[in-house]
């Protein structure tokens, strides 16, 4: 077993003072020794440092009934903000975050035909965050599509960009800014850790969250642990082969789920320029209703091996509607086993989860296990 050093424990005990103040709006240091069950001499050590690293400020003193007034604190209305990228097929989007984890900014530009168009996009749009972030940020995280190398940040098995397979996102970074190296992550597991950070009840157990536009993929967590986290991606649900020998994917392999149930291939499919647009034709309804058996299926499977407590689908697709939902929950209600079914909850959460805002509040999760900047 290792031995914790003493400046380990004062950075705990700082650390653990700072995720007080993310969650109030103000406290006296009595308060923080009785939410964190530490004496009185070691709150004053780690709010002052606190204090001195101008993370904390004073707030004024509040009156008691009885003893002297109580002096508050707050968070320092400069202290650090987060900022996190998402990369999507043809648009670079991103935020500023507050330690609370709010949003404080965005923005989002679009981009396509061509890498050199998302290399441009992409220098904009991390500038841009630069100038709305000012000049104290405590860390970068990017969320992106495909799968990343193990050993660096190389974008791979990019289906929905085949333009961004190969590129190498922290060489870009090294490339044209001196700034300490961002988090890479998978957007999947980025999507999770905002509804993890949203909803405290899916900490609980086991969930599964997929996510179904113009890629398919899925992440997990139990009792709040992200599964794969230190691999840095989610699972490819979506080249799972469901036709063998079907139709080919753009992945190269034929028969996958994407090939029948991604957004592009069912505007393709449906010759419609929107999600919407495939309502209003025969062609159009009928690849609908066959992605949501599709999906189903796939789903019900999934669910009848992992047993998850709680099933959240969210993307686009949800965009379809009722009918598109309703066909789905049949079908995966139908192929759904007992074990499986008994302690499932299935939800739809359409337009909800933002992967920037997840990728931001994971390297807030390392800045504030370290209070150490990225």
């Not at 890479?184 to 900490?203: G, K, V």
Request: glycine share 10%.
């Amino acid at each position: 077993m290792s031995v914790l050093k003493l400046t380990d424990i004062k950075q705990r005990n700082q650390s653990a003072v700072l995720r007080l103040f993310c969650e109030h709006d103000g406290l006296s240091r009595r308060e923080i020794a009785a939410l964190t069950e530490c004496d009185h001499a070691t709150v004053t050590r780690a709010v002052k440092s606190l204090l001195d690293s101008r993370m904390l400020i004073p707030d004024g003193k509040c009156e008691i009934s009885h003893g002297r007034p109580r002096e508050m604190l707050r968070l320092h209305p400069d202290a650090p903000v987060g900022i996190g990228i998402e990369l999507h097929p043809q648009a670079v989007s991103g935020v500023v975050i507050d330690l609370r984890g709010n949003v404080t900014g965005n923005i989002h530009i679009s981009w396509q035909d061509g890498i050199k168009n998302f290399q441009n996009a992409l220098l904009r749009c991390i500038n841009d965050l630069q100038q709305l972030a000012g000049k104290n940020i405590f860390g970068w995280a990017f969320a992106a599509i495909g799968t990343l190398s193990a050993g660096g940040a190389i974008i791979r098995d990019c289906a929905n960009c085949p333009a961004l397979n190969g590129f190498d996102l922290q060489k870009f970074w090294e490339d044209n800014f001196t700034m300490p190296l961002p988090v890479f992550t998978d957007r999947m597991l980025a999507e999770m850790h905002w509804f993890l950070s949203h909803e405290p009840e899916l900490r609980r157990n086991v969930t599964l969250l997929v996510h179904a536009g113009s890629g398919i993929g899925m992440a997990m967590a139990h009792n709040g642990q992200i599964i794969n986290m230190n691999r840095r991606h989610g699972g490819e649900l979506g080249h799972n082969t469901v036709v063998p020998d079907g139709r080919l994917c753009r992945c190269g392999r034929q028969g996958c789920l994407e090939a029948y149930a991604s957004a592009a291939v069912l505007m393709e499919r449906g010759k419609c320029r929107t999600l919407t647009g495939l309502l209003n034709t025969p062609d159009g309804k009928q690849a609908a209703g066959q992605a949501a058996v599709m999906l189903a299926h796939a789903l019900a499977n999934l669910s009848n091996n992992l047993l998850p407590d709680r099933l959240i689908i969210t993307g686009s697709l949800l965009t379809l509607g009722e009918s598109f939902i309703s066909g789905f929950e049949n079908t995966f209600r139908k192929y759904l086993l007992d074990a499986a079914a008994g302690k499932l909850q299935l939800t739809f959460r359409p337009g909800i989860a933002d992967a920037a805002a997840g990728a931001a509040l994971l390297v807030r999760e390392d800045f504030l296990q370290t209070l150490c900047y990225r």
